[in-house]
């Protein structure tokens, strides 16, 4: 393919991404959905106007660098450390039984597997994926009901950040595993050293950064260094770590999250990814999805998917919040607020593919789980806000302005 030909696929991409893209926030989906769809239908199992080549895998790469960096940057780190044990409970329960019950499903399905086998690996590996948690849906609305700040949306939005830091040490460690060649003592003395490399580095480059921004305030010099920060630890954890670089990025966000000018990079970041390297990544998910092999059995597959991985976070999640003291009605909407699924569940999957874990038919299913989990969350919530006792004047306050900003 002649060399030009890359800006003939990007501009075909970029297009379709944000016209699908748009199409989604009209059907009330996520962008990211219409993003992937749109990716799926240029992709060579529809049209074929694009096929995946290194330079756009590279591209892609690139876009979940700096979707997990942002994740990280805006990381409420203070308001993390003081929601403490109970969040933290929540989260473990989110990452655990989503992980247990994905496991058990592929086993259902294709067979029990014994330990340390391909097999057993990939059915760990599906569980891995219900892992992941993202709450900007249910965040919006709780926005709009205005009970963001209250205890239930403060715990669920604490648990979920957590949950995501949970779920991507157990990535690090599967795909550890996953290596033949790899001790499972070598894994763990890997992953805890690279923590502890993190830690240390973490706050010398913290110092940095925060005497430069002292310095330099609001200035592109910050982001530009902390890009450079974000892609060089991202290096370190694969290279010298074994660590995934999507790890070390998340890391090199949250080390960067306290700083003053944290929003103006995580700004900065973000017009990068939505103009180009998001929809790219998004975009070749949809290319790698292969529905030609798809059959009875997939379909079957997607839909139990999709049922354990909704079940598994509200059974979890609910009854630890339960067992801290959480009434019934309170534990039940932290379960559900816990249990929409999108970047991170891609980001997850698309790593799973990269190191022999996934095969493209099975996005099928994660993508399913995205658009079921986007457009049930909030009706559910609503459902049981609705049950509650007139809120006060305050909540009925912020719902108020929240919906006036809105318009």
């Keep these: 393919m002649e060399s030009y030909g890359i800006f003939r696929d990007l501009a075909i ?70 929601t403490g044990p109970i969040a933290f409970l929540i989260a473990c329960a989110g990452v655990f039984v989503p992980l247990v019950g994905g496991t058990l499903l592929y086993m259902g399905f294709y067979g029990s597997a014994p330990w340390g086998s391909d097999k057993f690996y990939q059915a760990v590996f599906i569980g891995v994926i219900m892992t992941a948690t993202s709450v900007s849906i249910t965040v919006e609305s709780l926005k709009e009901m205005g009970k963001l700040k209250g205890k239930v949306g403060t715990t669920i939005l604490s648990a979920a950040i957590i949950d995501d830091v949970i779920g991507i040490i157990v990535l690090t460690f599967v795909i550890g595993f996953k290596n033949p060649e790899s001790d499972p003592l070598d894994v763990v ?28 305030p609001h200035t592109r010099r910050i982001p530009i260094a902390g890009l450079a920060y974000c892609f060089g630890l991202a290096f370190i954890a694969e ?103 999108g970047e991170v569940a891609l980001i997850v999957s698309q790593k799973g593919l990269a190191v022999g874990l996934l095969t493209p038919v099975y996005f099928t299913a994660v993508i399913f789980l995205i658009i079921v989990s986007s457009i049930s969350t909030p009706i559910i919530l609503k459902v049981l806000y609705a049950k509650d006792p007139v809120e006060d004047k305050n909540r009925s306050h912020e719902a108020f302005l929240y919906k006036k900003e809105k318009e």
């Design 239 to 341: 290279h010298f770590f074994g660590i995934a670089d999507i790890t070390g990025a998340y890391v090199a966000g949250i080390i960067l999250c306290s700083i003053r000018d944290s929003e103006y990079i995580a700004e900065k970041m973000d017009i990068n990814s939505y103009m180009l390297f998001g929809p790219i990544f998004f975009a070749s998910i949809g290319l790698k999805t292969n529905i030609d092999n798809i059959n009875g059995g997939i379909i079957l597959f997607s839909i139990g998917f999709v049922l354990v991985a909704l079940l598994c976070k509200i059974i979890g999640c609910g009854l630890v919040a339960k067992v801290c003291r959480f009434n019934w009605s309170d534990s039940l909407k932290i379960g559900v607020g816990m249990m929409t699924r």
């Design 189 to 216: 003395k890997s992953t805890i050293l690279f923590f502890i490399f993190a830690i240390i580095v973490g706050f010398i480059s913290y110092k940095i950064f925060k005497m430069a921004d002292e310095r330099y």
């Design 13 to 82: 991409i970029l297009v379709a991404a944000k016209v699908f893209g748009i199409l989604a926030r009209k059907c009330k989906a996520p962008q990211v959905v219409g993003e992937i769809i749109a990716g799926l239908l240029i992709g060579p199992s529809i049209l074929g106007l694009v096929n995946q080549t290194d330079f756009l895998v590279q591209m892609a790469e690139i876009g979940v660098i700096l979707l997990m960096f942002s994740a990280g940057l805006e990381t409420d780190l203070k308001e993390l450390i003081k």
